[in-house]
């Protein structure tokens, strides 16, 4: 994590922030449907799963005989099969259509899990009703019940099962300080101490308070509470600083500043929240939402899309332990001939900036000699990039095999393990050093927003630009436009420029 005396530093050296402009609903609303069609397609699989089983258990067959059976169509004799994948598939859209409508296929870190289990028994037992009044309704004598009966509720039980594993493993995540959401609060009143000790006190809320904003003062400091970070003129600059996702409103305010405020929040892509006493006719029609026991009204709502960023941690660990086992070998290899090559190290594990700011140690080959780093002052009038960016094309710094593993991105594999433990993805914005980072401005944060990767957008379209400004925006084209799908061509381009050996 990062050190008090580095976010000095870090905080110093940032510029003044360049807004930018537009909107991105339409990102939003496809991300949004991702993620509906990701837990449906759970269901889906939930459902079939369940009703193979208890196929197995009513007809006391093996399930390898119960599904050669099936292919065949002889598990269930004459035009009862077909009704009864006819029934299912009632049952199956039944579910999805309940499901839907009381928001189970988007689920919110705050609401409460029990609540959320009462729904989910509640829509599998009324699609449960709808089938077997459907059952009912045919008279289909040939249709064995037990199949139907037992479907339901092992259906019932995995759907529960799957939802409470899934918050579960959400919780601890956000005991442990991973992937929580940063928040201020605007105020300084015992309002906004009481939601401060409440968000603090209540871990698995998932929030990370990061100070106060007041209202009454421009200054960035206030003397008699050194928790308050500065003023309203600077808090979406401050903002941007510290990473925040959300703002709570814990503040009387007139609703032209509200209105004001919820402006700027969509702009800077920042969640706002109040709580119900600010509403002055500003938000009506929105509903109250519970942090805690904490009531709030959600002004603007930015779509996180957190099944398809749970897919796609998953295809890290799975990609990134396949990567480990299989290329154990050549590592191996290339240690050995690192340490015949040149005196020092095998392994480089150079300090990085990851997602909101933490610090953690990315891991590589050594290619460079051991006091590459006190040389590179002396060696900065060759450096072929602009900006922050340091490269120098025939470094006298890197060692003859160096000079091959950077050709082939050798050197980065060991990052495969950063991959595996979660410090890095396998695509996304390279992690800069944090010599790079103090020299931001503002609007460069954009790229620390997520998890950096060992590939990205950058690495495959422009690897030998030396314009910052370029590595900037592709960067953040990557991320306004982030997909799974965009991560899968992007492996696919790597794997190619890899194999081009245009590293340097």
Not at 390 to 402: A, E, H, M, Y
Request: glycine share 6%.
């Amino acid at each position: 994590m990062a050190t008090s005396d580095f976010w000095q530093r870090f905080a110093a050296s940032v510029g003044s922030v360049q807004e930018q402009s537009g909107t991105r609903a339409v990102q939003h609303d496809r991300a949004s449907r991702s993620s509906a069609t990701f837990w449906m397609s759970m269901d889906v699989l939930s459902i079939l799963l369940s009703a193979f089983v208890a196929t197995v258990i009513d007809l006391n067959t093996s399930p390898i005989y119960s599904a050669r059976s099936f292919l065949h169509g002889t598990l269930i004799p004459g035009r009862s099969m077909w009704i009864l994948l006819s029934l299912l598939l009632l049952f199956t859209a039944s579910l999805i259509i309940i499901s839907r409508r009381r928001n189970l296929y988007q689920p919110r870190r705050i609401s409460n899990y029990l609540h959320e289990q009462r729904l989910s028994v509640q829509a599998c037992l009324t699609a449960g009703l709808i089938l077997t009044g459907t059952l009912y309704v045919i008279k289909a004598p040939d249709i064995p019940r037990g199949i139907v009966m037992m479907t339901i509720v092992l259906v019932t039980m995995s759907l529960s099962l799957r939802r409470f594993l899934y918050r579960f493993a959400l919780y601890q995540k956000f005991q442990q300080g991973i992937g929580t959401r940063n928040v201020l609060i605007v105020g300084t009143g015992p309002e906004a101490n009481a939601l401060r000790h409440h968000i603090e006190n209540m871990r698995h809320l998932g929030y990370t308070f990061r100070g106060f904003v007041d209202l009454n003062h421009a200054s960035r400091t206030n003397a008699a509470n050194s928790e308050v970070i500065g003023g309203y003129d600077t808090m979406f600059e401050d903002a941007r600083r510290l990473f925040v996702d959300e703002i709570f409103f814990a503040s009387s305010a007139e609703r032209g500043l509200i209105q004001h405020t919820l402006e700027l929040a969509r702009t800077n892509s920042v969640d706002l929240r109040v709580v119900p006493e600010m509403y002055d006719g500003a938000t009506w029609n929105n509903p109250i939402e519970y942090i805690g026991q904490f009531p709030t009204i959600p002004l603007h709502r930015g779509h996180v899309p957190e099944s398809a960023l749970l897919l796609k941690r998953m295809l890290d660990i799975l990609f990134g332990v396949f990567a480990v086992v299989l290329l154990a070998p050549l590592m191996l290899l290339i240690a050995i001939a690192i340490k015949l090559d040149s005196r020092g190290p095998i392994f480089y594990p150079s300090e990085r900036i990851g997602k909101k700011g933490s610090v953690f140690k990315c891991i590589k080959f050594r290619t460079m000699v051991t006091d590459a780093e006190k040389r590179r002052e002396e060696m900065a009038h060759l450096n072929e990039r602009d900006g922050v960016l340091f490269k120098i094309s025939n470094d006298p710094r890197i060692t003859r095999l160096g000079r091959f593993l950077r050709k082939y991105s050798l050197d980065e594999l060991p990052q495969f393990y950063n991959v595996v433990i979660g410090d890095m993805s396998l695509v996304g914005p390279r992690p800069p050093i944090a010599s790079e980072v103090r020299e931001y401005k503002l609007s460069h944060l954009r790229r620390l927003d997520v998890t950096p990767g060992i590939t990205g957008l950058w690495q495959v379209q422009a690897r030998q630009e030396p314009s910052f400004d370029s590595y900037i925006s592709l960067d953040v084209a990557y991320i306004e436009n982030w997909s799974i799908w965009l991560d899968i061509k992007i492996i696919v381009r790597t794997i190619g420029v890899v194999l081009a050996g245009t590293g340097t």
